[in-house]
């Protein structure tokens, strides 16, 4: 077999027996693992399986476009494709096999190829490469390894994420075969294997989210420390992905997100940066309050104990109303609704210290000449937000 027989097939493998069967939840195989040489070829060529890369497409394009609108997706693109690659090699590494002596050594190897393919990946560039990255990880964050035990009355098998063969539970009766099975998702099997063998999964995982900024901000409680990175605010400057973002943070509870949110505002880099830069992040932060105000369906309490950073997370909806050019934003509110949120802001007033009020205010000012300019499309953005998550 020529060398790009060989990366042909490897290619294939990777898109029909892994990525097209994690998108959209089948079971999936891991080949070997594939090196970051091979990255070059693979952005250039397709599968024999145009079934397979059809499947892939799909799963992008509709995961997606759960976060924002998205006409098309850049499968395969060099970033995306790079992307896969780090995720499949991550599970190879789960491998119990790799733990038998002559073994070990590969670990090291494929942990480098990992690490080299993450420098490789470059931040996105357009919407449907950001939220392609955001639904191949959506899909790789559901991921479950079923593991099985079979015993008989002579022997015990263990199978890790891997088919029980026929002949082992042959004869079920005679043999007296017994089966155990125990499902783990991917993110706790991580963390277990990083405790058992300092594998280092975790923290490159999080170093593969880092690369898709969608994902980083639209988990802040998984993923923290937070950090309002260039790539990020680039993606907060589309006032559709701000509000998919925000109604996503909504919907799995804004408090649960709030300490990681506040203490993102409040990093080094933000305190120093450009309005430009920090009206972006004081915006997502105010369209969560308003998406979580706007969108539930009674009252809903503050929790009695928030730590510092939560605090900040809280003060951004009175500061923000309390700025003189404010009322401009929420005019385009119906009554209701205005009421509601100011009701929601006096609320928090009463539960805030007023100094972390003041800390938000001064942000707010500093970023006032971004924040409330007509292009900045906040309230369109919070009411998209509400229209797609199906209120009135």
Known sequence: MTDVAKLQAAYDALVVKFLAPLMSGDVAELGRPVAPGALDYFAQTRSTSAEAESRI????????SEIAPLETVPWPSRDLVGLAMVLHDLLFLTDPSLDRL???????????????????????????????????????FATQRRDTVVRNWAYTYRFFGRPVPGNVT???????????????????????????????????????VARSPVTELAMPARFAPLRFGIAGLRVLADPALRGGIARQIAASGE?????????????PEMLSATPSLLAP????????????????????????????????YAAVLPAWLEDSLAIDEIRALDDGDRAVLQRRAEQLRRAIPRAQI?????LVTRAR????????????????????????
């Open 358 to 362: 003041d800390e938000v205010a001064a």
């Open 369 to 392: 000449t971004i924040l409330h300019a007509p292009q900045s499309g906040t309230m369109a953005a919070a009411r998209a937000a509400r229209v797609a998550s199906g209120s009135r």
């Open 57 to 64: 497409f799909d799963q992008l394009h509709r995961l997606g």
């Open 170 to 208: 042959a004869l079920p009766r005679l043999r007296f075969v017994r089966e155990e099975h125990n499902v783990i998702d991917v993110l706790p099997l991580f963390a277990k294997l990083d405790e058992l063998a300092g594998l280092g999964l975790s923290p490159r995982l999080r170093d593969a």
């Open 102 to 140: 002559f073994a070990r050594g590969a670990r090291e190897v494929v942990l480098d190829w990992i690490d080299r393919l993450l420098d490789l990946i470059q931040p996105p560039d357009t919407r449907g490469e950001a939220l392609s990255r955001h639904a191949m990880l959506t899909a790789f």
């Open 255 to 267: 408090w649960q997100s709030a300490s990681a949110l506040g203490a993102a505002l409040f990093a």
């Open 281 to 312: 992040a004081l915006q997502l932060l105010f369209e969560i309050h308003v998406t979580s105000t706007l969108d539930a369906r009674v009252e809903t309490r503050i929790p009695s104990a928030l730590d510092p950073h939560a605090l900040r």
